[in-house]
C-alpha cells in the first residue's frame, strides 16, 4: 500500500489566485513528520514547508500554507496568490518516527502545477 | 543551491559501461541518501548512510552499488545496467534524528542507458 498518495497528477491555476494540491498519507505511527517540495524543470528539490503530527496550528511558510486534517490523514498544500515561477512538480513526504537515525522520507507521486497568466 | 553537488549532471552509457556517480556536501549532515526518480513514479529510496554506515537498501539490485568514504561524500557505483535504469538519480542529506529534519537534495544525475 502506498504510504504517500497524490490524487492529482495536474493542476492548473491563473496567476494570483490560489490552489490546494492534495496529499493523504498512511502510517501506524503516533509520531511523524509531512513535508512539501517543489521540483522545477532543473531537477533540485526545493523543501517548502514541514508540519509535524503534533503540531496543533497549520504550518505556514510566506504562500505556502499546509491544511493538516490529523483524523483525515491528510495534508494538503495551499499555494495562495499562485506566480508564473511556481509552475513546477510539487512533492508530498513523509518521515516516521520508528527509526530517528536518519530516516529517509517516502514520497507521493507529484502534481504537476501549471500557472498561466 | 542547496550545498548538495552531484556530478555528472547527464550521463549516457552503454548496458556493459561502468561509471560512477557522484554526490558532495559541506553541510555538516551524517546522513545521506540515494533515490531513483522515473517517470511517473515516486522517488524510490534506494540506499541511506548514517555516519557512513549504510542502514537501509530498499532491495536494490546489485548493478548499483554504494559507497560512503565519509560523511560528505556519496558515490553510486554502477555497472551492466539495463535500459530500464534510465532515470533521474538524487542525492540527499540531512542530520540524523528529529522528524523535522528536512532533506537537502542535490540536482541530479540524468542517466540514460542505451
Known amino acids: 500500500a502506498q504510504k504517500i498518495t497524490q490524487t492529482q497528477p495536474g493542476m492548473f491555476v491563473q496567476e494570483k489566485e490560489a490552489v490546494t494540491l492534495d496529499c493523504t498519507y498512511d502510517t501506524s505511527d503516533q509520531s511523524y513528520g509531512l513535508f512539501w517540495y517543489k521540483q522545477p524543470s532543473s531537477g533540485e528539490m526545493i523543501f517548502l514547508i514541514y508540519q509535524g503530527s503534533y503540531d496543533e496550528q497549520n504550518a505556514t511558510e510566506g504562500r505556502y500554507s499546509l491544511n493538516f486534517q490529523k483524523a483525515r490523514k491528510s495534508a494538503n498544500l495551499v499555494i495562495s496568490a499562485s506566480q508564473l515561477g511556481d509552475s513546477a512538480m510539487y512533492f508530498c513526504a513523509m518521515r516516521e518516527g520508528r527509526d530517528q537515525a536518519g530516516t529517509a522520507l517516502i514520497f507521493g507521486k507529484g502534481t504537476t502545477l501549471s500557472v498561466s497568466s | ?114
Do not use: I
Not at chain 2, 560512477?20 to 524510490?44: D, I, R, T, V
Not at chain 2, 546489485?62 to 545496467?81: V, Y
Open chain 2, 1 to 114: 543551491e542547496t550545498g548538495v553537488t552531484q556530478t555528472p549532471r547527464h550521463l549516457v552509457m552503454g548496458m556493459t559501461n561502468k561509471k560512477s556517480l557522484k554526490c558532495e556536501q559541506h553541510l555538516g549532515h551524517n546522513a545521506m541518501y540515494w533515490y531513483k526518480q522515473s517517470a511517473k513514479k515516486p522517488l524510490e529510496l534506494m540506499f541511506v548512510y548514517n555516519f557512513k554506515e549504510q542502514t537501509e537498501n530498499n532491495s536494490v539490485p546489485s548493478r548499483f552499488s554504494p559507497e560512503c568514504p565519509n560523511s560528505s561524500h556519496l558515490f553510486l557505483h554502477l555497472h551492466t545496467l539495463q535500459p530500464e535504469d534510465s532515470a533521474l538519480y538524487l542525492c540527499a542529506s540531512s542530520h540524523p534524528g528529529g522528524l523535522d529534519t528536512e532533506a537537502f537534495f542535490g540536482q541530479g544525475t540524468r542517466l540514460t542507458v542505451v
